[in-house]
């Protein structure tokens, strides 16, 4: 059973404050971007620190460790959104999404700093300038500054994958150019004619490429769509599985249960109810002579 995380949307703008020597955490899964409105803050971790001046922008994934923290100084103000690359099917392809998964992990990508003068903050700048609540104009705003702030790292993923055998090389380049939603429409008879493979070569190069058996996999992005109705829409449970592909309610609600903890209809009360634990996520600090010198160091 995995830990119960609560539901929180992805693509919006928000509004943070935090006391001097205040902290946070950053819980949710997926990459952050936050801008520094008003005051000076610092990245902290065991192996980097970072200054962060007004106006510089700090974008970190989830995986990245280290606290945010406030100045002694002053009160910090923070414009921020997250980005949740599996909930996009539609529209970022799996090599994509396989590929932001990876950089989540690696130093060179989880973590960086865009000073005030960097194009990146001079748009996220303008973008909270001009924001207007959480339209879908907005959204494709804050999806395009992530994709700058990626830099060109994004648009050559394929570098980082190396092909092994043909086969792999034909599944990689098909996942490049196939969205999650796409792949719920092919089935593993068709995958195996298109890779011109056994199916028993293609269950193991899909294993290891992906992460996943196929099938697997198929039920996860149908999991993650049922998810997203259950939040977002009135619909019932069983058109939510209609919906989401399960042909069977009843295999619906067993593997809802086995991915999560509950049945969807208590995961939708528990998404509805839960709201962001400010306590949790910002803890006034106490000022100790110890993190004085600390923060006076960077």
Known sequence: MKAKIPFEPHLVLKELALQPGGEITLKFSGWYLLRVSCGIAYWLNPRSNHELFTGSVLMCSDRAVGVIRASQVGKVMFHSFRFQPERLGGLISLGEQQFLQLAATQDQYAVRVF??????????????????????????????????????????????????????????????????????????????????????????????????????????????????????????????????????????????????????????VQSRKTKPDRTSEIRSLMPRAKAELALASL
């Open 115 to 268: 000073d005030p003068a960097a194009a990146v903050s001079q748009r996220f700048k303008s973008v909270c300038e001009r924001a207007d609540g959480s339209c879908f104009s907005l959204r494709l705003q804050l999806l395009e500054l992530f994709v700058e702030a990626f830099g060109k790292e994004l648009h050559t993923h394929r570098a980082m994958v190396v092909p092994v055998l043909d086969a792999t090389t034909r599944l990689t380049r098909l996942l490049d150019e196939t969205s999650p939603s796409d792949l719920l429409e092919l089935s593993f008879g068709d995958l195996v004619r298109e890779m011109r493979c056994t199916p028993r070569h293609l269950s193991r190069i899909f294993q290891q490429v992906v992460g996943m058996s196929f099938r697997q996999k198929q039920a996860q992005v149908r999991l993650i769509r049922a998810q997203e109705l259950l939040a977002t829409t009135e619909s019932k449970v069983v058109e939510v599985a209609l919906e989401s592909g399960f042909r069977s309610p009843c295999l619906f609600n067993m593997m809802f249960k086995r991915h999560f903890g509950v049945t969807p209809a208590q995961w939708r």
